[in-house]
Structure formats: structure tokens, C-alpha cells
């Protein structure tokens, strides 16, 4: 068998790969020549496989791979009726017997041509060649049909997964902002008294040195929500401004947002792009503001991180109450 006879019988037994079936179809399409050839190989190896010439192995890769098709199980019994038949003509008119049988019945078919059967072999001839050109055609569609198949399900699949994620991160999401709603409401129904935060005694306010409130908060080691008790940020009468100074136990990200915002009410403070201050003792953030524009209430001081890409991260949120006498 030749090479060419040999790819050909493996593309009829599906081992080539996409790459090679590709080829020898765009070949079989626009090259007549490789039409014949390949509808011939499949022919006697239908006749091969009828007759029971085929090796074990080869018989075994035959009928799993090209038999699983109900058209090519309907060629091989049109073949094997068909031997059956040239057979007997062939029988009455070759006087060597032992000849006869070992020649394929492509063979004998092609010797008739010749001969006082010339009607019926060119009957039977027309119909399998035709026959063998559905089949190899029937045979190549259907392989891309399985190779369009697998794409379309592969595709699908990777729908299905970013579908998943997607609601995965719904989840999440939707779970945090009940985390941070149980934990306000927590901090408004069970508030645990805590000690005051000692605030170094300020001079009487006068023109030049204006009364200052101080709180000192501590952003959490985890990004998210501070869960530890709220502290309170108390503003006596006659309090000009307020000072918050938010101390860093992971110095992270080249700069930050720091927003400040009354629960359930506005945002009074948003800086963004903002690097802390960094001494000995570590980073914080250090603002102050109008104690006109603190009032009463319950707030969250938020501190998110740029990523090198430019988008935010969030880094803390922590909580704390202000009393005003």
C-alpha cells in the first residue's frame, strides 16, 4: 500500500487529525483524481472486510470506527450482495476457479467490462461508484458536523461558566451588604460602652487657635468591614473644627480614597488619590473638618487602594458615633 493509500485509509478509519482531514478533504473536493482513489480504497476495503481478509487489528479499528454509521452499514451489505453476484458470473465464465476467488471483486468488476455481461457490470459499476461517492461525502460531512458540534458545546460551556461567576459575585456581594447592615444595626440597638479615647487638652479657643476635637481609628488588618465596637468622637460646645487621624497597619497601595459619609445620610468628605503621612510609628491619614458639618449620628470612614491598573480596592470601613454637648 502507498502512503497516500495509507492516509486515505486512515481518514476512512478517523485516525488522522483535524489538520490532515482538512487537507485530503480540500483535495477530494477540487482533485478528481483523489476522488476515484479514495471511493476505490473504500470500496475494497468493504470487499477486504466482507470477505474476512482484513488483519484482526485492522477489522477491529474498521468496525469501530466506520461502522458506527448507518450508511456505511447499508454500503457494506449493498457490497457484499454485489460480491455475492460477481461471484457467480465470474464463476461461469473464468475457467481458473483459485483465480477467481483471489481477486477482488473491483477486479472482476472491471474484467466484465470486456466481456457478454457489459450491460450489467456497467449497471452495477455506475451504482457503486455513486454509491461510494455519498458515502465518502456522507463521510465528511459528518465529520464536520461533529468538529462544528464540539466548538458550539465548547462555547457554551464557557457561557455557562462566566454565567456562574457572575452570580457567584451577586452572591457575594449581596451576603456583604447584609454583613454591613446587621453590623450598623448592632451598633445602634447593643452599644457597648467603651473608654474615650484620651485627646491631648487643647487651649481655650481663641482668634488664633480655634477649639479641635480629635479621634484616633485603627483601619482593620482585613479588607472590609471594622467589626470591633464602634468608638465615639464626642464635640463639646464651642468646637470649631474636627480632627480624625486614621492609623494604617498595611501600608499596600501607592495612594488611596478616603470618604467619609453619615450612615443611611451624604458624603461630607471624599479625598482621592491620598498617601498617607509615614513617621517611625507607621502610615495614617490625618484631616480635619468644620465641626458645623458633623453632626449627631452614626458614620463609616471608607479607605480604598488603587491597583497599579487604576481601579479600587477596599481596604476599610470603619464605624464610629458622634456625640455633640
Known amino acids: 500500500m ?37 471511493a476505490q480504497l473504500e470500496t475494497e476495503l468493504i470487499d477486504s472486510y466482507a470477505r474476512g481478509r482484513l488483519p484482526p487489528q485492522k477489522r477491529e479499528r474498521f468496525e469501530r470506527a466506520y461502522l458506527v454509521n448507518p450508511d456505511r452499514r447499508a454500503r457494506l451489505r449493498f457490497g457484499e450482495a454485489l460480491a455475492a453476484k460477481l461471484d457467480k458470473i465470474a464463476a461461469a465464465r473464468v475457467a481458473d476457479q483459485s483465480s477467481v476467488r483471489a481477486a477482488s471483486w473491483w477486479q472482476r468488476l472491471s474484467s466484465l467490462l ?30 464536520r458536523l461533529r468538529q462544528d458540534l464540539a466548538r458550539t458545546h465548547d462555547a457554551q460551556t464557557a457561557q455557562e461558566q462566566r ?31 467603651q473608654p474615650k479615647p484620651a485627646a491631648p487638652e487643647s487651649p481655650a479657643p481663641t482668634l488664633s487657635t480655634p477649639a479641635v476635637a480629635s479621634l484616633v481609628l485603627i483601619a482593620g488588618g482585613a479588607r472590609g468591614v471594622d467589626t470591633s465596637a464602634a468608638p465615639t468622637l464626642v464635640i463639646p ?89
Open 114 to 143: 470486456g466481456g457478454g455481461q457489459r450491460a450489467l457490470a456497467v449497471s452495477m459499476a455506475l451504482a457503486l461508484l455513486l454509491l461510494s461517492s455519498v458515502s465518502v461525502w456522507l463521510f465528511i460531512r459528518g465529520e
Open 163 to 193: 454565567e456562574r461567576e457572575a452570580q457567584q459575585q451577586l452572591a457575594g456581594e449581596r451576603t456583604r451588604t447584609q454583613e454591613l447592615t446587621a453590623e450598623l444595626e448592632r451598633t445602634r440597638t447593643e452599644p457597648t460602652p
Open 237 to 325: 460646645k464651642g468646637t470649631q473644627q474636627v480632627r480624625l487621624q486614621l492609623k494604617l497597619r498595611e501600608n499596600e497601595y501607592q495612594s488611596y480614597q478616603l470618604a467619609l459619609q453619615a450612615v443611611g445620610g451624604t458624603e461630607i468628605f471624599n479625598r482621592q488619590h491620598f498617601k498617607p503621612q509615614t513617621n517611625r510609628s507607621g502610615a495614617s491619614f490625618i484631616f480635619t473638618l468644620p465641626a458645623s458639618k458633623v453632626g449627631a449620628g452614626d458614620y463609616i470612614l471608607m479607605l480604598r487602594g488603587y491597583t497599579p491598573g487604576g481601579e479600587l480596592e477596599d481596604v476599610s470601613q470603619s464605624l464610629f458615633r458622634v456625640e455633640k454637648k
Open 2 to 38: 502507498t502512503n497516500p493509500d495509507e492516509t486515505m485509509t486512515r481518514y476512512l478509519l478517523g485516525e488522522l487529525s483535524e489538520a490532515e482531514q482538512a487537507r485530503l478533504e480540500e483535495r477530494y473536493f477540487t482533485d478528481a483524481q483523489t476522488f476515484e482513489q479514495l
